[in-house]
């Protein structure tokens, strides 16, 4: 019955394999006390990572909504294995746009492609310069569309360009806090703006959800950002603008938001937080 409600909701639990299916640690299926918040650490980490360490056989709706509040603990954790990354690639006389190359490729070896397939799918939508409805429709269709190309192709190489424009002091901390910075505004977009269609990925994780597990994020952010230091605190802030103004344009165009767009604001808000980076370092 689980898996059934959460299926109606638009997402699938399906059995995976690969690299990163080893260590298949087994929780209870419905934990209390503090197993409650390891589940829902493992639950967060699972889906906006490829690391899979958990085996469960039962997915309930609300475990998703729960780990919301980890969302910037795990951005750290993206960003912590982006700056081995970088580290490995300056090792191995990386520069430029090598680097940026390798450091795409590194993010979509770590994080996968959940975020990029928002991204295109709200490109086709948003850009189709149809109706509200049809462009919910045509984002919702599996296949891609000239819209979703180009923007894609456009997304990866303003990536790869601007990853490889910084000084190796500076691209650790940068990508610590471009991942802590776009997981915690997915928190944001998550609780505070409405949903443009019933069910789907978007009503998975605001159904059960609370205004403090948006209090809970921010606060994680903020003591995670205040280690990386002040100028990070600084671009955190400003990056956060338009970001939020991008998503408030997504709500007036679509009705609200929906999964799709999360990918796509957090692909647009990584790509301006480096833009604003490189002004800020240059």
């Known amino acids: 019955m689980a898996d059934e409600n959460l299926k109606t909701k638009g997402t699938e639990v399906e059995v995976e394999t690969g690299f990163w299916n080893r260590l298949n640690i087994t929780l209870p299926e419905r934990s209390s006390g503090p197993f409650r ?143 802590i910075v776009t997981r915690t505004l997915m928190a944001v977009y998550i609780l505070t703006f409405p949903n443009a269609r019933p069910g789907g990925l978007g009503e998975m994780f605001k159904t059960g959800g609370s205004p403090a597990y948006l209090i809970l994020a921010v606060l994680f952010a903020a003591i995670l950002l205040f280690f990386l230091g002040p100028d990070w605190c600084k671009l955190a802030i400003v990056s956060c603008v338009p970001c939020i103004v991008l998503a408030f344009y997504l709500k007036w165009n679509l009705g609200g938001l929906t999964g799709d767009t999360f990918g796509f604001l957090t692909e647009c808000g990584s790509v301006i937080l480096l833009f604003l980076a490189y002004y800020y370092f240059r």
Not at 92 to 101: I, K, P, W
Not at 130 to 156: C, F, W
């Open 37 to 179: 918040y390891l589940r829902d650490f493992f639950t967060c980490l699972e889906f906006l990572t490829r690391i899979r360490m958990t085996k469960r056989e039962v997915w309930f709706p609300d475990d998703f909504a729960r780990s919301v509040p980890y969302f910037p603990l795990v951005g750290a954790i993206m960003g912590a294995l982006m700056w081995g990354a970088a580290r490995f690639g300056m090792l191995a006389g990386f520069s430029g746009n090598v680097m940026g190359v390798f450091l795409v490729l590194a993010e979509l070896f770590f994080i996968g492609t959940l975020m990029y397939d928002g991204f295109m799918d709200t490109a086709d939508g948003v850009f189709s310069g149809r109706t509200r409805e049809r462009k919910l429709e045509i984002m919702q269709d599996s296949h891609v569309g000239a819209n979703a190309v180009i923007g894609a192709i456009i997304l990866i190489l303003a990536k790869v360009t601007l990853l490889g424009s910084f000084q190796p002091a500076v691209l650790g901390p940068l990508l610590a806090s471009m991942y």
